[in-house]
């Protein structure tokens, strides 16, 4: 191994089986499995440079190493239960109690230098802490002159020096120079742990004669796990000799109690394989500092020696503290870059996600800025997704394979970012992945769904420079099989194929950015589509309550239209004429409420309302004066409604509830420019105002006001009900004034039908029998009826009309396809519905004559002579 203190893969030593000291495990038991649980915090021993005191919990000792009569002399006595002044004196006793008390209640060391031990006869350099209830006692000889002179400086120039630097390679390098300069160590490397947990040298200061390792990998298991866990703990390791002889600690540990542990303890015993493993290398001696960056190990700073080398306590605690503010300028870094990459991204992600439409789904948001995702990150590829649906840009696996994949990263992901260099391991499908696509980055951007952004890198094979062969190595002994350290640190170069290059920290950065922008802009979306919901619910709300009273509104007004109707006519025939003439008029009405989409009329509107209250006998019952004024778009639409409300009240409360009511609207302009409407009721019933607001009421008096910005004034005279209407001037427009309509309707008296056969579609059958009849009375011999495109169609099969009139709705489908069946036989045809204005007529039959429903005969009779005369043109031609 290394000599920075690299445990591990060459070695497995455990405990020994049950009622065996823990201080003397058996070195000669490997086994493959179990290297990365050797226990190495209690070898039970330490290196024999210095010596060690254990106190328990009252202050009595209760070990001490095999050679600390060196520094207390042969004083042949028991340790053991003895008093710490006992031992020490109490002069030094006490300074290692304030020791321990300056250090707190941590592991961190206190530290007694040039201590007089006993009769004065010793002097040591002593470092104290505390652990799991004991104190340990460190003694060493003490620190030369010329050490405690560096030590003072040591910390202060190294700062001094990186302190400048703002980036890796730089820093790296020089930091390798100046430890060796300062320590003079043989070589110093600067080591740094990749994603994978195997490690790289990216700088390096070495005596010339000595070979390199700089850019060279070592393998993860080189630091297993519990190695890794003590450089956390243990900033500064330092191995004097490789080939010392481990001093055992005594007495050995009764059966049953808790064993010793050295994680804190500088003198603590290195495993005799890690020791050859060094030797193997050709070092005597080391030294490892550790780079903690977020409580984890970034790397180390590793010196090698050549021959025994030894590190005083001022020396190591000044490389200590330097180890501390290292760790803490490369974080600063790493995090600044990060910082930076973040805000480099997120300002790209603004640039993206800029113009996008609220009203878009979010995962078409994404799925249109897949090739801009793509290019935040180095990738071949790019992939969404959502809701169940696969979207992709660039290099991605095949269709058939994306169902399994999401498989597996959702499991390995769930709500958190996953990446990895090997798809074909992770996913065993190795005719998939391994070339094309070999490495993925997963995004997970939905805090209630497992959807997906991710990044795809194909395979990028290249060699890794090796300290040696990464492999472990068996080799059988007189105890059984154990483990070798490689013999020779030779570079050995391995091919890697199949696996893409790996993602970085600074990819996850970039990613974890993506994920919480998208996550933003999902619940944005979200809000704005649940704010957009609620307004929709309230308008629909609305719209149903209007339209619930509309309907009932008509119901009545068709009921006193029928009922006057008859009392005002002298035959049935002249009460179907009129009746009928009516409801065309009330539908034109009806239609003009909700049309007016560039505007109209404002007396052309009137009329039409009037014309369903008007009767042969009583023409004058409603009067109309007032000049040609347009309305705008909105202000007729509103007007409309009013009108209509207004017109409906006095239909079935108020004047013209009674043959001999009358009604007199007239307007002017005022100077102004705004519109003045009066409306004055007599001969009804008595008027009694209203103890209750209803919807109409509301509606007739906030439209105007609301909407419009003006106003009304409504009084509810006994004699009949007046209302002062005041029309803003900005929602009036000038129009040339028109010829006076005549509403009667003229009845073409003519049979364009006559002995044809007729094609009818209509879904409703009271319409059908209706429009059956207007086509035998304009002398249609036989009309075929159909409610359903299937059925039409059958009949077409069977026999060809010579015209068809279409009922373009026919519920949940439309007469599309017989309109096209026609087409192909050359039969001409019509359609009727209830749509204004054909609004809702494809434009493949734009060309084609509409009437509108309730159907007249005249209407009809044109639109099928018109469809009639298209076919015969077509014919002659």
Known sequence: MLAFGRYGRQHAHPIEKAGCSPLSYDRSKVDLTNCDREPIHIPGSIQPHGAMIVLNEQGMVSFVSENINEFLGDTNREYVGAELADLVGSTVAHDIGNAVARAGAGQIAG???????SDG?????????????????????????????????????????????????????????????????????????????????????KDPSLGSFLGQHFPVSDIPVQARKLYVKNWIRVIGDASFTPVPLLPKIAEGDPAVDLSFAHLRSVSPIHCEYLRNMGVAASMSISIVVDGQLWG???????????????????????????????????????????????????????????????????RRRLRAFSSLIASDGAGLWSRGEWAAYGVSPSESAIPRLMEVIVEKAGRSIWDTQDLQSETGNAEEYGTRVAGVLAIPISVSSPDFL?????????????????RKKEELTENGVRLSPRGSFDTWREDVRHKSLPWSKADVVVADSIRGYV??????????????????????????????????????????????????????????????GRLRALSFAHDQSFGGRDGGELKGLIEAEAGMHRFAKLPDRIQISGNHIGLTERAFGVFALLLHEMMTNAAKYGSLSVTSGRLEISWSIAENGDCHLSWKESGGPEVVAPTRRGFGSNLIEKTVSHDLGGSIDIDFAPGGLKAHITIPSQHLREVVDLPPVDHAMNEESFTPLDGMSILLVE?????????????RSLGAEEVSTAANVGAALKLLAEGSPNCAVLDLNLGSSTSEDVARELEKRGIPYVFATGYRDGVHIPADFSAIPVVRKPVSQAALASAVSAALGVARAESDA
């Not at 790493?334 to 300002?347: I, V």
């Open 111 to 117: 530290v007694v230098l040039k201590a007089k031990l």
């Open 121 to 205: 006869a010793s002097v040591a350099d002593i470092t104290a802490h505390r652990y799991e209830g004991r104190t340990f006692l460190e003694l060493e000889r003490p620190a030369s002159p010329e050490d405690t002179e560096v030590a003072l400086h040591l910390t202060q120039s190294l700062i001094r020096r990186v302190d400048g630097y703002r980036e890796f390679d730089p820093l790296f390098k020089s930091v390798a120079r100046l430890v060796r300069a300062m320590l003079g160590y043989d070589r110093v490397m600067v080591y740094r742990f990749l994603h994978n947990g195997a490690g790289r040298v990216i700088a390096e200061a």
């Open 300 to 366: 180390l700073i590793a010196c090698h020696h050549n021959t025994p080398k030894w590190l005083s306590i001022p020396l190591r605690v000044a490389t200590e503290l330097f180890a501390q503010y290292f760790s803490l300028h490369v974080a600063a870094i790493e995090h600044r870059e990060q910082q930076a990459s973040a805000a480099a991204t997120r300002s790209r992600l603004d640039a993206i996600i800029a113009g996008v439409d609220p009203a878009d789904p979010v995962e078409v948001t994404l």
């Open 454 to 470: 991710v990044f795809f890198r194909s395979e990028e094979a290249h060699q890794i420079e090796w300290a040696g062969e990464p």
């Open 519 to 580: 996550r933003d802009v999902m619940l944005s979306h979200n809000d704005a589509t649940e704010e957009q919901r609620e307004r929709t619910e309230s308008q629909r709300k609305l719209l149903n309550s209007e339209l619930n009273h509309r309907v009932k509104n008509i119901l009545a007004l068709v009921k006193s239209i029928a009922t006057q109707t008859g009392a005002n006519s002298q035959s049935v025939d002249e009460y179907s004429k009129s009746f009928e």
């Open 763 to 775: 879904d409703q059958s009271l319409i059908a029998m209706d429009t059956e009849e207007l086509l």
